[in-house]
């Protein structure tokens, strides 16, 4: 088998006397869309967090490429090649959609201690943010605030910032939440198209996105992974059948 | 094009009016000690607003770093230096030194705590200024004469100090403005949107918010290095914390959005403390007042007035 480009070792997660990550171990191989579903509440969006380094875990260990980076914090982890959308949109509004990639790109781009040269005229930046934002869309949109952006908009520009980081490992969480279904479906297509080229842990609560996107699932109830296999294998588990999905979903 | 016009339409008017001053009618001694302090606030606000405006941090210390350049004079003149080519690097790297320091230290808290802890800094400065015997302690210390230059008297000139503090603040906004535009003032602003965001592309803030505190630190340096000079006259006041909250409220008088908002916040309220000063002795009831209203109905500052309608 391969190495996998992240491994979760035993994660355990406490806030006051809830175990909102209860011993979670799982894997994300190369080229690999892992999702991750549970119902609300379930500990998805902790999760994410401990895999990005916006919390620290009480146990276990992240291991990133080879590399435990359980003790880094998140800038770190970022810069070894990690990159997380947010569950709620954290675009800069006062910068340009180009601008919030441009930034993207010049952190992995050499020094930021720069202080001559106006960041804006950089024409290396501003060419791979342009790539970054065109993959999903936005090129036309390239010149607009950020806070002046649809919803949707928003949602592709926070793609278009973790694409801008040439990642290794993208950490998605619910990318489609509050999206329209038109929106959904451009931005389903636009996930497809990552699909192979990039490693992704996905947090989803759109079940036929889910089912649609992902190689392997991980079903998260209550802290705990109940069941890890392929969308068949899942769609046919009866204790995930009993635990989360819904009849109508599973038919 | 247009845009970029516009936008530098007001500085431009307002550092030519500033330049024709002395020929305009305010020629007077009275009139250029009052714009040379304008000036040199002008500077002091500028380095408060690249801590405030740039880096999102709100600091109640700045007058330590322009009380520091100006006790950097005194030192020096006691010493026997009078020589503006060495006063002044001093004045800056102490100033700029007190800051990385202190900063280090500060910005291990965020929000309300950076500002108490600033404040505290500021009064460990104000107590030790006022404890040192040797440079008047409380009473201050008077110099006897203007740095020279290269040896020569010119800051003695009225007209020529007044070009010094006019081509230093024009230099200092030149500056916080380059600083912000690049690629150090991108990781800062995206920080003061979102600390968060910035860590996820790969930024710690902290790194370049001290180093942003310490520049700024530098430039309040270079302030107090003028106003000792002005005034040839250092007091423990200088360093007071009433000072810092004037500085702070020059820059949200004339908008955080722009450093030429610390310009226009700087001359707007020396010349108004004047005027209102002449009007009447209890100018203090109307200033306050008035400036509230501004900070209420001026959205953006009076940087954001002249965008409007300029
Ligand atoms: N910072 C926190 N402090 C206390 N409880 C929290 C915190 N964050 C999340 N929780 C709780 O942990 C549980 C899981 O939350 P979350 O990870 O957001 O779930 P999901 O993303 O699967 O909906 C919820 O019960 C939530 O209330
Ligand atoms: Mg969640």
Known sequence: MVEPILRLDGLRKRFGGLAVTDGVSLEVAPGEIHAVIGPNGAGKTTLIHQ????????????????????????????????????????????????EN??????????SSFRFLRAAATEAALNREARAALDQV???????????????????????????AMRPRLLLLDEPLAGAGPEETERLVGLLRGLRGRYAILLVEHDMGAVFALADRISVLVYGRVIATGAPAAIRADPAVRAAYLGEEEAA | ????????????????????????????????TLLARAMILGIAALSLWLVVGGAGLVSLGQAAMLGIGAYAVVVLDAAGVTEALVVTPVAIGAAALFALATGAVAMRTGGVSFIMI?????????????????????????????????????????????????????????????LLASRFGRVLRAARENALRAQAVGFEPYPYRLVA????????????????????????????????????FMVILGGLGSPFGAVLGALAIVLLEEWLGHLTQHWRLIFGPLLVLAVLFLRGGLVGLGRRHG
């Open chain 1, 137 to 163: 869309g936005l090129g036309p949109r390239a010149g607009m605030p950020a806070g002046a952006l649809s919803h949707g908009e928003r949602r592709q520009l926070e793609l278009a910032i973790a694409l």
């Open chain 2, 118 to 178: 600033t404040l505290a800094f500021g009064q460990m400065a104000f107590f030790t200024a006022s404890s040192l015997a040797i440079y008047g302690g409380d009473d201050g210390y008077t110099l006897y004469g203007r740095s020279t230059v290269a040896g020569a008297r010119w800051m003695q000139d009225r007209l020529a100090f007044h070009y010094l503090c006019l081509g230093l603040l024009l230099g200092s906004f030149l500056l916080c403005r380059m």
């Open chain 1, 101 to 110: 990639a441009a930034l993207a790109v010049q952190a992995r781009s050499g």
């Open chain 1, 51 to 98: 895999v990005s380094g916006t919390l620290r875990p009480d146990a276990g260990r992240v291991v990133f490429a080879g590399q435990d980076v359980t003790a880094l914090p998140l800038a770190r982890r970022a810069r070894l090649g990690l990159a997380r959308s947010f569950q709620i949109t954290a675009v800069l509004p006062g910068f340009t959609a180009l």
């Open chain 2, 213 to 248: 505190y310490a520049i700024a630190g530098g430039i309040a340096g270079l302030a107090g290095f003028l106003l000792a000079n002005a005034t040839e006259f250092v007091a423990p006041s200088f360093l007071a914390w009433q000072r810092s909250g004037d500085l702070l």
């Open chain 2, 1 to 32: 094009m247009t845009g970029a016009l516009r936008a530098a339409a007001l500085p431009l008017l307002v550092f030519g009016l500033l330049a024709a001053a002395p020929f305009l009618g305010l020629g007077a001694g009275w009139a250029m």
